[in-house]
């Protein structure tokens, strides 16, 4: 599209829009913005063609990357002076109740978002703010995740996979190594396995990353541990001591964690029984309650 034209100038309520965003993405990509039409729109009847009335031009097209498209779309269909937004081959539009449908135009809008506005001089003058600067962070389960996503909860679904030594990049787009990882999670968790982060999957996810709540009375120093404990302070040895000797983290007194005790009692100097009891406690700096 060109930067510019005769007269033409972009509508206001959409220069709002644009700052908006802007404003909530300072960083994001500004490749596939456009406003103005080419010669292709120039040849048909257009919404980034300017009005005939005013000069006006009622489309706005924002890159997606480096944004949450669903945020802006979400905010834009509530607001009076929109009258359709297309992206990712869907269309949301006024005319159908803003519901979502299968866009089959020869452009799929995948790289960028198009928002138009109403011809209604009162509309596209209209300065009323959008909401999209100072929307609340959306959060994961706020929406379902699926590739191409984009935002604050798809960085929290990637820290959660972290948690299960994911190793991806916690970058907020739902690219191809995070979709992999989730079809990974799903068959390993017996769920249908399409790569979407819906209820089913989130409820299983935030069941394999909680972290396990203290039991009452089981504060580090106040029993004797030894293989077949359980609880938090069984917890806390095995992090004092370390993986490297106890194994992974957990709450489960095993051989692993009877090992790694009796390293550190004979390191310390202690007689290597490998229970913690009130001397190894001690050793550890725990303050003894029992």
Request: a positive charge; one cysteine or more.
């Amino acid at each position: 599209m060109r930067s510019s034209d005769v007269g033409a100038h972009l509508a206001p309520a959409l220069r709002v829009l644009r700052e908006e965003i802007n404003t909530r993405w300072p960083h994001r990509d500004h490749s596939s913005d456009g406003w103005i039409g080419d010669a292709a729109h120039q040849a048909r009847r257009s919404d980034h063609n300017p009005d005939g009335d005013d000069a006006s031009v009622n489309a706005l097209d924002v890159d997606v990357d480096g944004i949450d498209p669903l945020l802006v779309v979400r905010h834009a269909i509530t607001h009076p002076s929109c009258q359709y937004v297309i992206w990712n081959r869907t269309i949301w539009s006024r005319s159908r109740g803003f519901t979502a449908a299968r866009y089959t135009g020869s452009n799929p809008h995948q790289k960028h978002l198009h928002v138009s506005v109403s011809h209604q001089r009162s509309l596209e003058d209209s300065r009323r703010p959008w909401g999209i600067a100072t929307a609340a962070v959306t959060r994961l389960g706020d929406r379902v995740l699926e590739n191409a996503c984009r935002g604050s909860d798809v960085r929290e679904l990637q820290t959660l996979a972290n948690r299960l030594d994911a190793r991806l990049t916690v970058d907020g787009a739902f690219g191809p190594r995070t979709a992999a990882w989730v079809r990974a999670f799903q068959q390993a968790r017996k769920l249908t396995v399409d790569g979407i982060v819906g209820p089913a999957t989130l409820a299983a996810l935030r069941q394999a990353t909680a972290r396990p709540q203290p039991q009452p009375g089981r504060a580090p120093g106040c029993r004797t541990l030894k293989r077949g404990s359980s609880g938090e302070d069984v917890a806390f040895v095995k992090r004092f001591i370390g993986a490297g000797r106890c194994g992974p983290a957990g709450t489960d007194f095993d051989a692993r964690t009877e090992d790694g005790v009796r390293w550190y009692q004979r390191m310390r100097g202690l007689a290597d029984d490998g229970v913690v009891g009130r001397l190894t406690w001690g050793q550890m700096g725990v303050r003894v309650t029992y």
